[in-house]
């Protein structure tokens, strides 16, 4: 035998051993991740739905927030005003935000934070501004911003998402900008 023939035999040889053991391996992954049957195991856990272990949330669609929005966007334009406004879920996640043209670079910020505050505490931002005479310490919780301009959205008595509005030269028109975002959603 030539040396050609014995090295082309070694590495068909090294190549099947290579492809067993690589699918040997797969399969035994495969195997170690499915649901095993076998007495002594562990199978998720059910809740029981009946016995009030589960609650349901409502959430806004993408759709219904770019719509609230657009409609705070527009009641601002319509007053001249250059604004952002956030709309974010009961979780505070935001679910979209809006910069208007020409509005300012702390607005994107301060709109997602307005909308966070309001929906926390299910009420207009104005209302806990107010709240902070009594309870100073609100202000240093992460993420909230206490000045006028959020607005909650209400679903079967539940904050389900929050509206920010930050621009306007008074956080009074950043509120109602806000409120008119969330007044199309009732519609």
Known sequence: MSDKQV???????????????????????????????????????????????L????HL????????????????????????VAVVDRDGNTIVVLRGDGAGPQSFDSAR???????????????LVERLSSAPQLADIPGTLFLAGGAPVVAKGAPVAGIGVAGAPSGDQDEKFAQAGAAVLGR
């Not at 699918?23 to 076998?38: F, K, L, P, Q």
């Not at 609650?55 to 409502?58: A, E, F, G, I, M």
């Not at 219904?64 to 601002?76: E, F, M, P, R, V």
Request: proline share 3%; aromatic share 2%.
């Open 7 to 53: 090295s082309t035999r070694t590495r068909i040889l090294i190549g099947g051993v290579a492809a067993v053991a690589v699918t040997a391996g797969v399969v035994g992954v495969v195997a170690s991740t499915a649901d095993s049957t076998e007495p002594g195991t562990t199978s998720p856990v059910v809740a029981d739905a009946a016995e009030g272990n």
């Open 55 to 58: 609650q349901q949330s409502t």
């Open 61 to 84: 669609t993408v759709a219904a927030a770019t719509k609230a929005a657009q409609a705070a966007l527009d009641a601002a334009r319509q007053e001249n005003q250059r604004v952002s």
């Open 113 to 127: 934070e307005k909308a966070f505050t309001a929906v926390s505490w299910n009420a207009p931002t104005s209302k």
